[in-house]
């Protein structure tokens, strides 16, 4: 069974951290990795990843891909209380072109 | 105006009842998707569409049907609404190629 897991269920940081947000996966198919942040509403797509070990950087934010370890990280520098979110794993997958959600991380950053 | 709009955005409805979810996207894509969230489960795959002929089984379909009037429109139905369908509904919409998904606002149900 295709599965996306995501790690820390939930994290609690204060303004100026660091935080690394990770997501593993185990599917058939893979086609690409893909971020979103979800606050109070829709999730809004941040990255998308297809090859392994080519960093995608939106200012703050980063993400890379490993497809040998099956898993990817978002990096988040310098967090602000706008960061507060949950970030979204989904794995695409190719031939029947599902996406696959992870739990999602819970962030909070404290000011 | 939003690209991918959903309507209700919140609804209260009783056991039994019989309740539409309805979806339109102006985005031209032929993909849309319906997806629930529950806390701790993230999201998951209600039915999916690939074209207004096409139309498929998610992983959680039972209890929902779709109906696929138009390229732009997409619509759940809830044809006897039970309390564990209490969530917040996601319609989805992508291109051809699949990869990036564009999000409504979400339609936050509850069954009392």
């Known amino acids: 069974e295709d599965k996306v897991v995501q790690s820390p269920l939930s994290l609690v940081v204060h303004e100026g951290d660091t935080v690394t947000l990770n997501c593993s996966y185990e599917v058939t198919n893979f086609r690409s990795l893909l971020w979103y942040k979800q606050e109070k509403k829709a999730p809004t797509f941040l990255f998308m990843l297809?090859?392994?070990?080519i960093e995608k950087k939106s200012g703050r934010l980063s993400s890379i891909l490993d497809k040998k370890e099956l898993f990817s990280i978002l990096n988040i520098t310098a967090t602000q209380t706008g960061d507060s979110a949950i970030y979204l794993c989904?794995?695409?997958?190719?031939?029947?072109?599902?996406?696959?959600f992870g739990t999602g991380t819970r962030l909070k950053v404290l000011a | 105006d939003a690209d991918v709009t959903q309507t209700p955005r919140n609804r209260i409805t009783k056991t039994g009842k019989r309740i539409m979810l309805e979806c339109s996207q102006t985005?031209?894509?032929?993909?849309m998707y319906w997806y629930r969230q529950d806390p701790g489960l993230g999201l998951r795959l209600i039915y999916y569409s690939f074209d207004v002929k096409d139309i498929n089984k998610g992983e959680i379909s039972d209890g929902y049907s779709v109906s696929r009037q138009a390229q732009a429109k997409f619509s759940l139905s809830l044809e006897s609404a039970i309390p564990n369908q209490t969530a917040l509904y996601f319609c989805a919409t992508s291109d051809d190629a699949g990869n990036i998904q564009y999000f409504g606002a979400g339609t936050r149900l509850s069954v009392l």
């Open positions: 985005k031209g894509h032929d993909r």
């Open positions: 297809t090859s392994s070990g």
């Open positions: 989904a794995v695409l997958t190719s031939g029947t072109y599902k996406y696959i």
